[in-house]
């Protein structure tokens, strides 16, 4: 079965500064990945997918998230954070079937300090 | 173009009562899917549906029923309301495999 997991449950970065958010995965083939953003009362927003070629991946709202096979990792990157990128954020892969569940982590909560 | 709606927002039941919370797409897409969200469990599969006709069951599909009548509904059913089940509901639907979700603003539900 798959499997995501995000390692970081809070990060807290300063306007302007960098951001990377750890997302690891398990899965036997090759993944369908996802990165969905969440604001407060709302539903999911996709950020990027990735499902083959080039493993750097750009998104909305100047995100990209690289990914590594030999990690098993599918970390999301901004060189300098927004105070309205303040959310929770949800890596997930999805099955390379039909049916195509989707497994989500357990979210990373971003705070932006001024 | 609405894309997924979701009714009601808010639901407070007591526990042992039954209600259904209601999802619907115009986007004409096969796969539909409820999540339930719990803080600092992420979003678990309850039910999803790959077309009209054909349901499954999620990773936590206990306490709940679904059906898939036509292309753009996919109701989720709770039979008798428990305190577990207190959290917030999301629709979902896809196109093909590989797609994103759309996901739908959420149900809010309170059992006490």
């Known amino acids: 079965a798959q499997s995501v997991t995000q390692p970081d449950i809070h990060i807290t970065v300063s306007e302007g500064a960098s951001l990377e958010l750890r997302c690891n995965y398990s899965?036997?083939?090759?993944?369908?990945l996802f990165w969905y953003v969440q604001s407060p009362g709302q539903g999911l927003q996709l950020l990027l997918k990735?499902?083959?070629?080039?493993?750097l991946v750009q998104g909305i709202k100047g995100f990209e998230a690289e990914f590594k096979r030999s990690q098993s990792s599918f970390n999301l990157r901004k060189p300098s954070v927004h105070w309205s990128d303040a959310a929770e954020y949800f890596c997930?892969?999805?099955?390379?079937?039909?049916?195509?569940?989707?497994?989500f982590g357990d979210g990373t909560t971003l705070t932006v300090k001024p | 173009n609405a894309g997924v709606t979701q009714t009601p927002k808010f639901q407070v039941l007591k526990t042992g009562q039954s209600m259904t919370l209601q999802c619907a797409q115009d986007?004409?897409?096969?796969?539909m899917s409820w999540y339930r969200q719990d803080p600092g469990m992420g979003l678990r599969l309850i039910h999803y549906?790959?077309?009209?006709?054909?349901?499954d069951q999620g990773e936590v599909p206990n306490g709940y029923n679904v059906s898939r009548s036509t292309t753009e509904d996919f109701p989720l059913r709770l039979l008798s309301a428990a305190p577990s089940q207190t959290s917030v509901y999301f629709c979902?639907?896809?196109?093909?495999?590989?797609?994103?979700?759309?996901f739908g603003p959420g149900t809010r539900l309170t059992v006490t």
């Open positions: 979902a639907s896809r196109g093909t495999s590989g797609d994103e979700q759309y």
């Open positions: 899965y036997g083939a090759t993944p369908y």
């Open positions: 990735y499902f083959s070629g080039d493993t």
């Open positions: 997930a892969v999805g099955e390379n079937t039909n049916a195509g569940k989707s497994t």
């Open positions: 986007m004409n897409h096969e796969y």
């Open positions: 549906s790959v077309g009209a006709g054909i349901t």
